[in-house]
């Protein structure tokens, strides 16, 4: 019997989960394991889950599995064991592939805060799930049987899913239409954990990679109080890759990268095992700022329209240019966003607005817009004078 709380809302306390299978099979799920029981027939694995966890979080998987563990020594200087439950013929690549996880689990935790789950274990599940699928189950992770690396020695799927630990399970949407809090900060988790291994110039370029991914079909943002019936449909994927750039301009805008990543850490500690809207995570920046980002977050989550810069470069002046500019959108003049443009070595923050605007400069100078500094924004140039 499974009792269903369906909504996020409405989230079990706890959970137990038991299992029987055949006696010369393993059956793991979330939480800790509790007893085995052996009848004349079966085994029985006992699993109890002491925190809170939704319905959507909660599996079991059955096979010959073998159990390994990592060593691990989380930012309390508190020893851990990492179980992973691998598949009997893949024992010896999982054990290679799987020395990864305490490497990405010490990132997380300085990123985010300690390991919410420690009571109920951390486990990484060897799965079959059709087309490579993996799932962030609470405390129980479902990954896939490919064994891949994507970069470096890492599987960045495994980065997303772990993730998930933090922003989804510990802080998770109150409605599923605010769920690109769960996946926006998972796909983010993944550019900055490539940042923290290989420094600004890979960040920059993943963020360039994402932002020529975006659809706009649809607001990241879906209809409240609507039971779905398909959790992330085809024209809302946009909550992955556009939330992620969403966070990364919020950073820019920002400019204050430890205030940045205090707020992230203060949303974990603050709503930890609690519910969590987009209304809050945008009162939780106005507070750490002491500025009003309505107007941003309004633009890029309830609107699937993007900012668009218009521009023109007047090059007709004997000594110098001109850069003329405005939005091509009609937003409030109260919206501020600034937009890195150099003139040489010299860094100049424009402020676009409804109105045209004008920056002359000298005509020997080199100049750019740093495209790094915002996720998604698109330009548009009109013809030279």
Same mark, same amino acid.
């Given at each position: 019997?499974?009792?269903?709380?369906?909504?996020?809302?409405?989230?079990?306390?706890?959970?137990?989960?038991?299992?029987?299978?055949?006696?010369?099979?393993?059956?793991?799920?979330?939480?800790?394991?509790?007893?085995?029981?052996?009848?004349?027939?079966?085994?029985?694995?006992?699993?109890?889950?002491?925190?809170?966890?939704?319905?959507?979080?909660?599996?079991?998987?059955?096979?010959?599995?073998?159990?390994?563990?990592?060593?691990?020594?989380?930012?309390?200087?508190?020893?851990?064991?990492?179980?992973?439950?691998?598949?009997?013929?893949?024992?010896?690549?999982?054990?290679?592939?799987?020395?990864?996880?305490?490497?990405?689990?010490?990132?997380?935790?300085?990123?985010?805060?300690?390991?919410?789950?420690?009571?109920?274990?951390?486990?990484?599940?060897?799965?079959?799930l059709p087309h490579g699928l993996?799932?962030?189950?609470?405390?129980?992770?479902?990954?896939?049987?490919?064994?891949?690396?994507?970069?470096?020695?890492?599987?960045?799927?495994?980065?997303?899913?772990?993730?998930?630990?933090?922003?989804?399970?510990?802080?998770?949407?109150?409605?599923?239409?605010?769920?690109?809090?769960?996946?926006?900060?998972?796909?983010?988790?993944?550019?900055?954990?490539?940042?923290?291994?290989?420094?600004?110039?890979?960040?920059?370029?993943? /963020?360039?990679?994402? &932002?020529?991914?975006?659809?706009? =079909?649809? #607001?990241?943002? *879906?209809? +409240?109080?609507?039971?779905?019936?398909?959790?992330?449909?085809?024209?809302?994927?946009?909550?992955?890759?556009?939330?992620?750039?969403?966070?990364?301009?919020?950073?820019?805008?920002i400019n204050n990268d430890s205030?940045?990543?205090?707020?992230?850490?203060?949303?974990?500690?603050?709503?930890?095992?609690?519910?969590?809207?987009?209304?809050?995570?945008?009162?939780?920046?106005?507070?750490?700022?002491?500025?009003?980002?309505?107007?941003?977050?309004?633009?890029?989550?309830?609107?699937?329209?993007?900012?668009?810069?218009?521009?023109?470069?007047?090059?007709?002046?004997?000594?110098?240019?001109?850069?003329?500019?405005?939005?091509?959108?009609?937003?409030?003049?109260?919206?501020?966003?600034?937009?890195?443009?150099?003139?040489?070595?010299?860094?100049?923050? /424009?402020?676009?607005? &409804?109105d045209l605007q004008q920056v =002359?400069? #000298?005509?020997? *100078?080199? +100049?750019?817009?740093?495209?790094?500094?915002?996720?998604?924004?698109?330009?548009?140039?009109?013809?030279?004078?």
């Amino acid at each position: 019997m499974m009792p269903c709380k369906n909504l996020l809302s409405d989230e079990p306390d706890s959970c137990m989960i038991r299992v029987g299978v055949p006696k010369n099979l393993v059956g793991v799920a979330n939480g800790k394991l509790e007893q085995v029981v052996e009848t004349d027939s079966e085994k029985i694995f006992h699993w109890k889950v002491r925190n809170p966890i939704n319905i959507y979080n909660i599996s079991f998987n059955v096979g010959d599995f073998v159990k390994l563990e990592k060593e691990y020594q989380d930012i309390h200087n508190m020893d851990h064991k990492i179980q992973i439950y691998a598949l009997r013929y893949n024992q010896s690549v999982a054990d290679t592939f799987y020395n990864q996880v305490p490497i990405i689990l010490k990132k997380l935790e300085n990123m985010f805060g300690i390991y919410p789950w420690w009571e109920d274990q951390c486990k990484i599940i060897e799965t079959c799930l059709p087309h490579g699928l993996c799932m962030e189950h609470q405390s129980a992770i479902s990954m896939t049987d490919a064994y891949l690396y994507n970069y470096k020695g890492f599987n960045f799927t495994l980065i997303h899913e772990l993730s998930h630990e933090w922003w989804g399970n510990n802080v998770t949407a109150y409605d599923y239409g605010d769920l690109w809090l769960h996946e926006g900060f998972a796909n983010y988790t993944e550019m900055l954990f490539l940042e923290s291994l290989l420094g600004k110039d890979a960040y920059n370029n993943a /963020i360039h990679y994402f &932002s020529n991914s975006i659809s706009n =079909k649809r #607001p990241i943002i *879906k209809p +409240y109080e609507v039971r779905y019936n398909c959790l992330v449909h085809k024209d809302d994927e946009d909550i992955y890759n556009k939330g992620a750039l969403f966070l990364h301009t919020l950073r820019k805008q920002i400019n204050n990268d430890s205030l940045f990543f205090n707020l992230l850490k203060e949303t974990q500690t603050r709503y930890a095992k609690k519910k969590f809207t987009s209304n809050q995570f945008l009162n939780l920046v106005n507070e750490f700022t002491k500025q009003d980002y309505s107007l941003y977050f309004d633009l890029y989550l309830n609107k699937n329209i993007p900012p668009t810069l218009e521009f023109q470069i007047d090059k007709t002046q004997k000594d110098s240019n001109i850069l003329s500019y405005k939005w091509k959108n009609v937003f409030s003049d109260n919206f501020k966003m600034n937009i890195p443009f150099f003139v040489g070595e010299q860094k100049i923050f /424009i402020y676009p607005n &409804s109105d045209l605007q004008q920056v =002359k400069f #000298p005509k020997s *100078k080199q +100049y750019f817009f740093d495209i790094s500094q915002f996720g998604y924004i698109l330009f548009k140039e009109e013809t030279n004078k």
